[in-house]
T-cell receptor
């Protein structure tokens, strides 16, 4: 079974600075998808960024980018120019992309709580 | 369409009572997922529908839990004879099968407290 590990339970960053959240995963599969989700306090989980494993290019969405290292099974999230609204729980998630990929749920890490200091 | 909605947002019940939650997915999404999230943990998969068919159930889904998705639209999750260990946030997500990444979009969740 696949597992996702987020080794940083809590992180903090000064407003306007850059922070990197770590995620590693364990799988024997070669084809899969990786996601970062953001869950603000008492609000719903929203997708931040996604990465297809077959793509070597790292995904980027505005101030959010990933460092995807397939051989190392690492998928870190970099937040640039941090804003107060970035404060939230961040979850890394994995999904298989096999023949029956539509049947595979997301496997989540335990999350990293990010605080942004004004 | 404003996204996935869930009702109620909060539910407090006494041990032994039955509860039912509802999820309305994004209208064009044919896949619907239920997850459970406890404090300090990431969401854990419970069950999954494609249209009206329930295709997969986690071992977490004991026989006290049942989920339905009539007509492939909204879904309900019922917990019978609730236990204190059922206290958690129950999250619903939906996705569109035509998207090869099957990106899931989440609702706000229903927080269940069992006294």
């Amino acid at each position: 079974a696949q597992t996702v590990t987020q080794s940083q339970p809590e992180m903090s960053v000064q407003e306007a600075e850059t922070v990197t959240l770590s995620c590693t995963y364990d799988t024997s599969e070669s084809d899969y998808y990786l996601f970062w989700y953001k869950q603000p306090p008492s609000r719903q989980m929203i997708l931040v960024i996604r990465q297809e494993a077959y793509k070597q290019q790292n995904a980027t969405e505005n101030r959010f980018s990933v460092n995807f290292q397939k051989a190392a099974k690492s998928f870190s999230l970099k937040i640039s120019d941090s804003q107060l609204g970035d404060a939230a729980m961040y979850f890394c998630a994995y999904r298989s992309a096999g023949l029956n990929s539509g049947n595979t749920p997301l496997v989540f890490g335990k999350g990293t709580r990010l605080s942004v200091i004004a | 369409d404003t996204g996935v909605s869930q009702d109620p947002r909060h539910k407090i019940t006494k041990r032994g009572q039955n509860v039912t939650f509802r999820c309305d997915p994004i209208s064009e999404h044919n896949r619907l997922y239920w997850y459970r999230q406890t404090l300090g943990q990431g969401p854990e998969f419970l069950t999954y529908f494609q249209n009206e068919a329930q295709l997969e159930k986690s071992r977490l889904l004991s026989d006290r839990f049942s989920a339905e998705r009539p007509k492939g639209s909204f879904s309900t999750l019922e917990i019978q004879r609730t236990e204190q260990g059922d206290s958690a946030m129950y999250l619903c997500a939906s996705s569109w099968g035509g998207d090869h990444t099957d990106t899931q979009y989440f609702g706000p969740g229903t927080r269940l407290t069992v006294l």
